[in-house]
């Protein structure tokens, strides 16, 4: 036996050395033996889970920004497979995507289901999985169980209204990388090393950006776990390296294949590096920068642990490191690189779970008297932005009604061409929503439309280099720039307009026939149709 001189002081693997004991899920946990009970029913907090995921079958089309767009790449991918597309002559299957395991599971559930139910199935089983594992990365670091509503919103948040659909499928993936890098950080094993280098490979087949954000983090314990002497340093950092090598490798050959695209990105990088930056983080957790009159609602969220007596816990330890890499991010990450926006915007998300890690009730005092009103107040101010969201789902739904059964009445197969010259809805209070929405004709009808994701790298459907359409990127925040002969007007059988700020002869200038109306929707839409003989 080891001379007690040489133990380590250092608590077994969890946190600080607090006695375990079974979590809320009924499996071990590491939260105290002695933290208060939470002071609601349990099954009150599931049922909170359900109402969250309730959220995205409300409406017709979830009012989120770009699910229309990935809906549409999926439907073209569905039917290139099936060798019955119209666009064969246009566009090609890039399987170098990070987004296979988005897209991948909803091509099998797209042949059973139409593509916006697909997707509603998935978006409710990531968001029931980020709770989850959310649940079980607190219990796993021993944070306070009374925490847990804090899970139940962000998801909802800023990365909905703007439909970042893969981003949000691969968060349970991150939080679960985060979890397993945790406890091989902590207890280094071949069996659990293998097991974070499989989980980061799918993540680098989930999300680019997410998968850096894991990764990164994983890192950090590990070095941690190196400084800890939990195992020595090639054993701690080895799981990382062929995902890391992986990402390299796909990050270079996209770059070669983007060389073939000439597309001018334009794009406005925003550089707010100051102090704004804060309370905007505060305003994504809830929503979008139309949302600033929630802001306080995001401030209070954050509070509320401190307001409960909690504290968190400022030492470099396992707990901490996840919600530190984050501040990192979200404080000095960029908001657009390497054509890719809303970069340090969407990692909010992570903000609320990975905040609670840090919090437990102090040993050297006692529980504020107030404590357990102030627990039940967190869970209903938790349930606040599920509830506006369903509102505003509904609402929308409403508000979309006409417009929806006019794009689906549209022959199938045909090219459309999408003009917003205002994006926002008043009832979603989504600022972007009506930018991408024609592509529901894509995604629905089997119709092409411009301007198209297909000019991305990430996408599993990308355009041939020799067939580019002039509709380039960028064309969606400045539609009064198409020109008949310039963009091609002739290709189109129809054009999706949203509340012109031009007549009909100026938006056709050129055109050898007027496209006439075939019908219009509530608020401003028209759509018009080409005519081949004046």
């Known amino acids: 036996m080891r001379p007690a ?11 600080g050395g607090e006695r375990r004991r079974p979590g809320p899920l009924g499996v071990g946990g590491d939260a105290r033996s002695d933290a208060p009970a939470v002071p609601w029913p349990r099954w009150l907090f599931w049922l909170a889970v359900a109402f969250g995921a309730s ?35 246009l566009v090609r299957i890039n399987l170098l995507t990070p987004y296979l395991l988005g897209y991948g599971l909803a091509l099998p559930l797209s042949f059973v289901l139409p593509l916006v139910t697909a997707f509603k199935v998935l978006l409710t089983v990531a968001y029931l999985a980020f709770v989850l594992v959310s649940v079980r990365l607190r219990q796993h670091h021993g944070a306070d169980e009374r925490l847990d509503p804090l899970f139940l919103f962000s998801f909802l948040g800023y990365a909905y209204k703007w439909g970042l659909i893969t981003f949000m499928m691969a968060a349970p993936v991150v939080l679960l990388l985060l ?17 974070v280098a499989g989980l980061a490979v799918a993540l680098l087949f989930s999300h680019g950006l997410a998968f850096l954000f894991a990764v990164g983090t994983g890192l950090a314990y590990a070095l941690w776990g190196t400084w800890q002497r ?37 794009y406005v ?12 983080a505060m305003i994504y957790i809830v929503g979008s920068l139309e949302d600033k009159h929630l802001l306080p609602l995001g401030l209070a969220l954050l509070a509320m642990p401190f307001v409960m007596g909690l504290r968190p816990r400022w030492r470099l330890e396992p707990r901490t490191i996840p919600v530190a890499c984050l501040l990192v991010l979200l404080l000095a990450g960029p908001s657009f690189a390497l054509d890719t926006a809303l970069l ?16 437990v009730q102090p040993a050297s005092r006692p529980a504020p008297r107030w404590q357990p009103a102030a627990a039940r107040l967190l869970f209903a101010l938790c349930l606040v932005l599920p509830a506006l969201q369903a509102h505003r789902a509904w609402r ?7 417009l929806n059964a006019g794009l689906r009445s549209l022959e199938p197969n045909q090219r459309l061409v999408m003009m917003a010259y205002e994006f926002h809805s008043h009832d979603a209070q989504n600022p972007v929503i009506y930018m991408q929405y024609g592509a529901w004709y894509q995604a629905e009808r089997g119709g092409f439309v411009d301007y198209n994701f297909a000019w991305f790298p990430p996408q599993v459907v990308r355009f041939k280099p020799d067939k580019l359409p002039p509709v380039n990127p960028g064309f969606e925040w400045k539609p009064w720039r198409f020109e008949w002969n310039e963009f091609r007007g002739g290709d189109y059988r129809y054009f999706l307009v949203y509340r012109a700020k031009k007549t009909p002869e100026e938006i056709f200038k050129g055109a050898p026939c007027m496209p006439k109306v075939k019908w219009t929707a509530h608020d401003g839409w028209v759509l018009y149709e080409r005519v081949d003989a004046c």
């Not at 991918?77 to 119209?86: E, F, M």
């Not at 890098?181 to 071949?190: E, V």
């Not at 939990?230 to 060389?259: D, E, K, S, T």
């Open 344 to 359: 340090w915007e969407r990692f909010c998300l992570y903000l609320p779970p990975l905040w609670a890690l840090a919090f």
């Open 269 to 280: 990088p925003i550089y707010d590096w100051g102090w704004k930056r804060i309370p905007k």
């Open 55 to 89: 959220v995205f079958w409300i409406a017709d089309h979830p009012p989120m920004a770009d699910l229309a767009q990935h809906s549409g790449q999926v439907a073209l991918w569905r039917d290139l497979i099936l060798g019955r597309s119209a666009w064969a002559d």
């Open 5 to 15: 001189s040489h133990r380590s002081p250092l608590p077994p693997p969890g946190d």
């Open 230 to 266: 939990r195992g020595g340093f090639w054993p701690q950092v080895a799981p990382y390296l062929l995902p890391l090598a992986g990402f390299v490798a796909l990050f270079a050959i996209n770059r070669l294949l983007q060389a073939e695209f000439k597309a001018p990105y334009d």
């Open 396 to 402: 929308f739904d409403l508000e979309t009604r006409e």
């Open 179 to 195: 979890l397993l890098a945790s406890k091989q950080a902590q207890a280094p094993t071949l069996r659990r090393g293998l097991a």
